[in-house]
């Protein structure tokens, strides 16, 4: 049960530090400002363009980056159900892989709908309740998208689709699979594909009556904006989105397995996938921090030219620091499952490297990035 709870646990862990983050710039901008000033003072950040192209050059063309692949995964499987052949079977991995991409690259920025309205556990629940899912397909429900919905999150999602398509070990073949399993694939592609549709129109037209939060973001600072009182909460709020990653990647999806040598830790364990997965949250951090998603084609103004603009060497330092950290993921020899038990000591230096190069990075945006803002 432990095992099952470590997604929730993490997304907790981030979700204080987020708080605490901001809570505590807003306590020492306070503290320094005029004292007959009760409203909540910016700490001296103050450029709506970085945080209109974050919302509409990063945030959103991400997630309709992820809702497009969710569509083309639904085709994938469909084709799939139809005519389970092994060619059919290799389309509808790689659109999996193809979809996992920009919901990694998009973990640096799990605030505001994808948390609240749960979107984030009713996709990427980790680890898999595989003693549960093998209930559900030895079992007799109608397996459509409807009682799919119905499901614990470890039950659906991205996992449970990955485990259906690529078996225990990334190596399951078109006549591996069970009539029960082709309905369950197909249900619960549908079920994400209504959870991505759902994410993105949050964002953009807002859902069950709630603004959409695009228009709640680049309005920070403006007279009753509560969630961000000032362009520096804000601004605050991407770096708490970066540091949240940082640490869940390093501590939570590297050196957890790491650490205890347990395979059954491992997202993304039965595609093979892990190490991308990772890389692709480092991304996530480059593009909140560069104002730009290179898979989207979007690009506008990034923290980092306030950064330069402040501090020219931190700037230069962080960009650096990120494409370490990428380098050093690069150097753990895949697939990751297989590292994490591996008694070479190689190896485990470059697992411990690459924590050590993702540590260095939260450190300085949680400490000299944030100061800036």
């Not at 997304?11 to 409203?39: E, H, P, Q």
Request: glycine residues 8%; contains cysteine.
């Amino acid at each position: 049960m432990k095992k099952l709870l470590l997604r929730s646990c993490i997304m907790k862990t981030r979700n204080l530090l987020t708080f605490l983050i901001i809570l505590l710039t807003f306590t020492f901008a306070s503290a320094c400002g005029d004292d007959t000033n009760d409203a909540v003072q910016s700490t001296g950040f103050a450029d709506s363009q970085i945080i209109l192209d974050y919302a509409d050059e990063v945030v959103v063309p991400t997630y309709e980056l992820l809702d497009t692949r969710a569509g083309e995964m639904q085709v994938a499987v469909d084709a799939l159900a139809a005519a389970p052949t092994d060619a059919n079977l290799t389309a509808a991995k790689k659109a999996w892989v193809d979809m996992r991409l920009p919901w990694e690259q998009s973990e640096g920025m799990l605030f505001g709908p994808v948390d609240t309205n749960g979107y984030d556990p009713a996709m990427d629940s980790w680890p898999l309740n595989k003693t549960d899912l093998d209930g559900v397909l030895a079992g007799e429900a109608t397996l459509d998208q409807p009682y799919v919905k119905s499901l614990g999150e470890n039950l659906k999602g991205f996992h449970t689709i990955e485990y259906l398509l690529f078996g225990e070990a990334n190596d399951k073949v078109a006549e591996d699979l069970t009539p029960r399993e082709l309905e369950y694939l197909k249900a619960t592609t549908a079920e994400m594909v209504r959870i991505t549709g759902l994410l993105a129109k949050s964002w953009t037209v807002g859902v069950d009556g709630n603004q959409a939060y695009r228009d709640v973001f680049v309005t920070a600072g403006e007279p009753g904006n509560d969630k961000f009182p000032s362009q520096s909460a804000a601004a605050q709020q991407i770096v708490a989105g970066i540091v949240g990653i940082l640490q869940e990647v390093g501590e939570g999806k590297i050196g957890g397995p790491f650490e205890a040598r347990d395979t059954t830790l491992v997202e993304s364990q039965f595609s093979f996938n892990s190490l991308q997965d990772f890389t692709d949250n480092l991304k996530s951090v480059q593009n909140s921090y560069m104002g730009r998603v290179p898979e989207a084609g979007t690009s506008g103004k990034g923290l980092n030219q306030y950064v330069a603009a402040q501090d020219a060497e931190l700037n230069a330092r962080v960009e650096a620091e990120i494409e370490a950290a990428i380098a050093a993921l690069g150097e753990i020899p895949p697939p990751f499952r297989d590292a994490v038990l591996s008694d070479d000591a190689q190896v485990r230096a470059k697992i411990q490297a690459a924590i050590d190069a993702i540590a260095t990075l939260e450190a300085t945006f949680q400490t000299d990035v944030l100061e800036l803002l």
